[in-house]
T-cell receptor, first 119, second 117 residues
């Protein structure tokens, strides 16, 4: 089955530093990947759509310069939280679909998430 | 823009009993997909069941089934013979039947299901 690998699972960083989160589709190619943010006991909030070979599409209210997304290949998308602050502490999740024709028809596979803590 | 509403924040069910989780949505599109995702304490998102809007037949996956009412824009999930492992947060989600970025998921707020032994 379709597998999405996300690393690291947990990261603690100091305020002002940057941290990179990787999302890999292991057994399929994904032209589109999605990045979400989730606070405890709340829903997933879409941050941006990662497009292979082109710029990411950010949702309204998401700072492009703070959350840098790079989709360099058909199997890898990265989210870099730049100049992290304690308010950036959250759970970040990526997802992708193995069906590139109509991506939503098959369903989406999610990474296991990254718990970011900024101290 | 489409919206997904889960009005019940929490529900509880006795083990081996049946429970129904409610979801309504709003869209002007006629071609779309609906999903139920489960998020256990590990926080891994797991696809439970999906429904194509053009199909009238309700989707079923073992103990999980949906009641899809397209005209009413309702998409409820029924869990039969509830098990302790069913305890999790459940999210209803919507997606247009399109490609790429236009196929993004819109989630409801979620419902926390607890299972009593």
């Amino acid at each position: 089955g379709a597998v999405v690998s996300q690393h690291p699972s947990r990261v603690i960083c100091k305020s002002g530093t940057s941290v990179k989160i990787e999302c890999r589709s292991l057994d399929f190619q994904a032209t589109t990947m999605f990045w979400y943010r989730q606070f405890p006991k709340q829903s997933l909030m879409l941050m941006a759509t990662s497009n292979e070979g082109s710029k990411a599409t950010y949702e309204q209210g998401v700072e492009k310069d703070k959350f840098l997304i790079n989709h360099a290949s058909l199997t890898l998308s990265t989210l870099t939280v730049t100049s992290a602050h304690p308010e950036d502490s959250s759970f970040y999740i990526c997802s992708a679909s193995p069906d590139s024709s109509i991506a939503s028809s098959y369903g989406y596979t999610f990474g296991s998430g990254t718990r970011l803590t900024v101290v | 823009a489409q919206t997904v509403t889960q009005s019940q924040p929490e529900m509880s069910v006795q083990e081996a009993e049946t429970v129904t989780l409610s979801c309504t949505y709003d869209t002007s599109e006629s071609d779309y997909y609906l999903f139920w995702y489960k998020q256990p304490p590990s926080r891994q998102m797991i696809l439970v069941i999906r429904q194509e809007a053009y199909k009238q037949q309700n989707a079923t996956e073992n103990r999980f089934s949906v009641n899809f009412q397209k005209a009413a824009k309702s998409f409820s999930l029924k869990i039969s013979d509830s098990q302790l492992g069913d305890a999790a947060m459940y999210f209803c989600a919507f997606s247009w039947a399109r490609t790429g970025a236009n196929s993004k998921l819109t989630f409801g707020k979620g419902i926390t299901l607890s299972v009593r032994p």
